[in-house]
Structure formats: structure tokens, C-alpha cells
């Protein structure tokens, strides 16, 4: 570890072990210091905790939607009366952009259910409010590469995210980190993709194609 000059925190997120780190570094005692506040953190279960429940993870998300890494958003309803369909979690929107966030969230592992949910809640909100563009978001604290691969069949056709949700005790802190495991898939511009055409076309033949 590299000598650190005055108080600093270091903090950050191992993928690959899943472990959360915090370590603290006073003057030219460095390495020591830092080994000695080190605090391991422990991964907990939301879907059978008896206090850290859903509406603890909605609570935290309203109070600052930042925290899910999808830029600065703003809540704009919690648990949204749906026509006919339930309630939709949380809706957020970007004040500067004005698109709007269908958030659907699931302790555990994903299922059907909550996949069908998500779309459902995110094509009644655009169909009620279309001069807004909008974005399906699924949350869970277990997204498996199977469900993964289904909702990616969506994603062609459907603004979708999935977030992978994990809670972790720090000390005696608790919280939240949310990964992004899919992102919507970006569609180039009708002219990009024309121009890929004709620019394939003279590298095959050596003369650009001719116009109609």
C-alpha cells in the first residue's frame, strides 16, 4: 500500500469477493494504522431480515435516488396506483432531461412475477404520460444469468435496467450498493445506419453506391 500524507479514507467495493473495505491512514504510520481500522463487512439477507424490509429500501431510495448510480434524479411517486395493476414501487425522473423511471423492486431473487411487473407498470405510465420518454428499472438482490438472459431478450424493443442490490453491515453502519448488471440497449440513428451501408458498399466495390 502506497504511504499516505494526512487523514484519508479509503473505501471500495471488492467484485469479485463481494466484500466492502474501509480502511483509515493517519500521517507516516500508513500501512499499521490502516491494517488496524480495517472492518470487515457482512452481507445481509433483506428477504429474511425482520426490520430491513422493502419499505426500508424504498425509503432510502426516495430520500436520495442518486444512490442508484443512475445519475440526478428526482422522486416523483412511491407506490403508484396502477389502473387495474397494483402499484408501481417508486417513480423517478431526470429534472433535466424529464424522462421518467418505472422502478420495481424485489428482495431476494428475481422471478417472472417481478419481470412482468416491471414492463407492465413501465407500459402503463408511458401510454398515460407519452410526451415523457421512460425507462423500465428492476431491481433485486439476485439477478440470475438465466432471468438475465430473458429480460435481455426484452431489451431490443424495451428501455430496461437491472440493478443487482446488495446490503452489507459496516461496523456498525449498514448500507446499500446497487450494481448495474444490464443497461438499455442504445439504437444508432437511422442515418448511421445508412451511412454503414454505403460506406460497406464502396469497400466492396470500390465506388460509392448510386443513388436512386
Known amino acids: 500500500m502506497n504511504r499516505v500524507s494526512g487523514r484519508s479514507l479509503l473505501q471500495g467495493w471488492d467484485a469479485i469477493f463481494g466484500c466492502v473495505y474501509i480502511l483509515t491512514a493517519t500521517g507516516s504510520r500508513g500501512g499499521q494504522d490502516a491494517m488496524n481500522s480495517f472492518t470487515k463487512a457482512e452481507r445481509i439477507a433483506l428477504k429474511r431480515h425482520p426490520t430491513l424490509n422493502e419499505n426500508w429500501v424504498q425509503s432510502l431510495i426516495a430520500a436520495d435516488p442518486t444512490i442508484l448510480g443512475l445519475g440526478e434524479l428526482v422522486l416523483r411517486d ?86 443487482q442490490m446488495q446490503a452489507l453491515k459496516v461496523g456498525d453502519h449498514t448500507t446499500l450498493i446497487f450494481t448495474k448488471v444490464m443497461d438499455e440497449l442504445s439504437r444508432g440513428l437511422v442515418d448511421e445506419d445508412e451511412d454503414a451501408e454505403s460506406m460497406g458498399e464502396i469497400k466492396e466495390t470500390g465506388q460509392p453506391a448510386a443513388s436512386g
Open 78 to 163: 412511491r407506490e403508484r396506483i396502477q389502473p387495474k395493476a397494483g402499484m408501481l414501487d417508486l417513480l423517478l425522473q431526470n429534472p433535466e432531461t424529464k424522462r421518467r423511471y418505472e422502478v420495481e423492486i424485489q428482495l431476494g431473487a428475481t422471478d417472472e412475477t417481478h419481470i412482468i411487473r416491471t414492463i407492465e407498470y413501465w407500459d402503463i405510465e408511458r401510454k398515460l404520460y407519452p410526451q415523457y420518454d421512460h425507462c423500465a428499472v428492476l431491481i433485486a438482490e439476485d439477478i440470475t444469468s438465466r432471468f438475465l438472459n430473458v429480460v435481455a431478450l426484452f431489451n431490443g424493443s424495451i428501455p430496461l435496467i437491472a440493478l
